[in-house]
């Protein structure tokens, strides 16, 4: 499975080439952001039956309803939901104040960074329509 942020250096890093080195039937779950993966590669890796895959994020949010994955057989789709749940929110906060006493204290933050440019302005969350 894979668990990353994207950056500058890995967008995309995870394409046809790796999928087809994956033993045949291998599992591929994507729990981070989609933009880690050539979705489409991925995509066709799972249609051609080379492996089967599950993910919580898509290249596009909120999935839209003609999207191809909703319909591949072998594509396990979840709502992103873990961040949402209560011992998520308290596990978060402490971990924000640890590396806020570790910057008082001179220290480097262990799960902080700094924010890179043009991943924040790809990650910003799109306007959702309401019907």
């Known amino acids: 499975f894979v668990v990353a942020s994207v ?4 967008q995309g890093f995870l394409g046809a080439d790796s999928f087809a080195k994956m ?11 989609a933009g880690v993966v050539d979705f489409q590669a991925l995509m066709q890796a799972v249609k051609s039956g080379h492996i089967v895959a599950a993910s919580d994020v898509f290249p596009e949010e909120p999935l839209s309803a003609g ?9 396990l789709r979840s709502a992103h939901r873990a961040g949402a749940l209560d011992i998520a929110f308290k596990r978060m906060g402490d971990m924000v104040l640890e590396d806020m006493d570790l910057v008082d204290r001179g220290l ?7 924010a890179e440019r043009e991943t924040v302005s790809r990650m910003r969350s799109k306007p959702v329509d309401r019907n």
């Open 7 to 10: 950056t500058s250096e890995n």
């Open 23 to 33: 033993r045949k039937g291998a599992a591929f779950i994507l729990l981070s952001r």
């Open 108 to 114: 480097p933050p262990l799960r902080s960074k700094r």
């Open 67 to 75: 999207h191809p994955v909703r319909a591949l057989p072998g594509f």
